[in-house]
């Protein structure tokens, strides 16, 4: 009877697995499918209990699924078996194909072990292929595109228990919960497919988001900054060409944004300040410089750059901060002018001249290099020395190098890019030009102040140094020392020169000056002293003023009185 009805069976069975094998694969979630695997062994394969054991990320197998008993399902699903005694599991016992059927004679020694198992009741088998409550039965699935024989990823293990015949599966039995297992590792991977490529769709969106909300802060917080910002192409031909710009930037230097992508920071630079730019865009950091505006006019910022990188394509373009620092600056300028400039006249103050005299000046006297360069001449055989301006022409050679011995202790090299200031030699013009320095002090300038008050000789001294100021040339220096004493430092001029220029400011200053509503007069006492390398500028302005007296005191005393 069992012979001829076993097609029928069979033709049951495959309906049977052909439905829930369509259930395995039509579940929607990792869960979801693992439940149907555990239930479809026992509604299609003829099993009573049935166990999901799933591989964990760290090796271990955990009871994802369990399907026939409510009991038993409550006590062992989410426990934990180690891999170390699942791997004795399925090497121990008969393998029947894929399959590993421990029995009950020798599964005893698997009691204590840590994997999660049920116990059934029942009695004895009664005969050889009868099913005992203590056999065991594993299905391992591995992840398709495995080789045969087991050797590839586990993916799980499934446990099935009490065939509903109460036999031990036959060829047949055996062969479909095969099938199934296989089947069921497919389904399981894929499921786990869909879950990660669902939760990478999530994390993906998610991060769209951020990014969508990222990109909207940044474009409010450039849009709307009160401070000017661009974005600025970095490298190649367009290097430093601008791609956008705020409000706040085009407020600032009078462009609409249309016309500023037109442009690059080094068109709207300041001439004097392109390389400070160029240093600044290669380095990224920060510098303060002037950008023209529309009506021709510069405008000082300060302008930081942020370097923003690609981490594949590396640089990618500039992030530039400008901030309009144009009152600052003003106001540095101002307290600049202040220390180095006079209140009262707006002339360069003493500390302001010493300076300016001191920049045109080294340590070397004018003596010493004609000496060594006489010493050079003679030891190389060619003029690299010029008397009229101590010019070096030398080599970055050797021969330059090993002739410092003959400067007495002045290394050429000191001085390579310094123009020596020289004197002309003697009281008679030989046609030599120098540094003129004219000492100038006012005459019956006192008389003034004590007469008509400080206010009159305010107005005086303010008016003085205007002639003087429009008396010289563009270059020259007109300073007030202190008091009624000025200098004026004129570069270029031979003695003849010196004296005519003492002359035509002499002859403004004694021109009628009015103050406090009243015309008034002073005289003025110039000395003509030289500025030469070797001298300090101190020892200049002595000079200068030893002279200026002895030409004062040269000239009888009423052709020296104003007032």
């Not at 479809?40 to 369990?66: H, I, K, S």
Request: negative net charge.
């Amino acid at each position: 009877m069992e012979t001829e009805s076993e097609p029928y069976v069979r033709l049951a069975t495959l309906r049977r697995l052909h439905q829930v094998m369509a259930d395995m694969n039509t579940a929607r979630s990792l869960a979801d499918t693992l439940q149907t695997v555990a239930d479809g062994v026992v509604a299609g394969l003829g099993y009573e209990l049935a166990c999901v054991n799933l591989v964990c990320p760290d090796g271990d197998l955990v009871v994802a699924a369990f399907s026939g008993n409510p009991a038993a399902e409550a006590l062992i699903t989410g426990r934990v078996g180690s891999r170390t005694s699942w791997e004795r599991r399925l090497v121990m016992g008969e393998q029947w194909g894929d399959l590993v059927f421990i029995s009950h004679a020798d599964g005893w020694v698997l009691d204590d072990d840590d994997v999660p198992q049920w116990y059934t009741d029942g009695p004895a088998p009664r005969f050889e292929d009868e099913w005992h409550p203590s056999d065991r039965l594993f299905a391992p699935m591995y992840a398709p595109g495995s080789p045969p024989g087991g050797s590839g990823e586990l993916l799980g293990v499934l446990s099935v228990d009490r065939p509903r015949n109460g036999r031990r599966p036959g060829a047949w039995g055996r062969e479909a919960l095969q099938v199934y297992a296989f089947q069921a590792a497919i389904a399981i991977s894929n499921a786990r497919l869909r879950a990660n490529m669902q939760r990478a769709l999530v994390r993906l969106e998610r991060e769209q988001q951020a990014l969508r909300a990222s990109e909207e802060s940044f474009r409010q917080a450039f849009e709307y900054a009160p401070s000017g910002m661009a974005i600025a192409e970095m490298g190649g031909d367009q290097h430093g060409r601008v791609l956008r710009t705020n409000d706040a930037l085009c407020r600032l230097l009078g462009r609409p944004a249309s016309a500023m992508r037109r442009y690059s920071f080094s068109d709207l630079v300041h001439p004097e300040d392109v390389g400070t730019l160029l240093r600044t865009s290669a380095e990224g950091g920060r510098a303060e410089l002037r950008l023209t505006r529309r009506d021709g006019s510069y405008v000082w910022v300060s302008l930081r750059n942020s370097v923003v990188a690609d981490a594949a394509d590396g640089p990618r373009f500039l992030l530039t901060h400008v901030e309009d620092i144009e009152d600052r600056k003003r106001r540095e300028l101002h307290l600049a002018h202040r220390a180095s400039h006079d209140s009262l006249t707006g002339l360069p103050n003493s500390a302001e001249l010493r300076a300016r005299l001191s920049s045109r000046l080294c340590h070397r006297p004018q003596s010493a290099a004609a000496e060594a360069l006489g010493t050079l001449d003679a030891a190389y055989g060619h003029p690299a020395f010029d008397a009229g301006d101590h010019g070096f022409d030398f080599a970055a050679g050797q021969g330059a190098h090993d002739a410092r011995g003959a400067f007495d202790g002045y290394d050429a090299y000191d001085y390579d890019h310094h123009v020596h200031t020289v004197a002309p030699e003697g009281d008679r013009d030989d046609g030599a030009k120098g540094l003129a320095v004219l000492f100038c002090d006012l005459d019956g300038f006192k008389s003034i102040n004590d007469r008509f008050g400080h206010n009159a000789g305010d107005a005086v001294l303010i008016e003085v140094a205007r002639r003087l100021s429009n008396g010289v040339r563009d270059g020259d220096t007109v300073a007030r020392l202190g008091g009624d004493e000025f200098v004026i430092l004129a570069d270029g001029l031979g003695r003849a020169d010196a004296e005519d220029l003492a002359v035509r400011l002499r002859n403004e200053i004694i021109q009628p000056i009015r103050a406090e509503g009243r015309a008034v007069r002073v005289g003025a006492s110039f000395g003509i002293g030289w500025a030469h390398c070797g001298m300090t500028a101190d020892e200049v302005l002595k000079s200068a003023d030893e002279r200026m007296y002895v030409e004062k005191r040269s000239r009888p005393k009423q052709h020296r009185r104003a007032g």
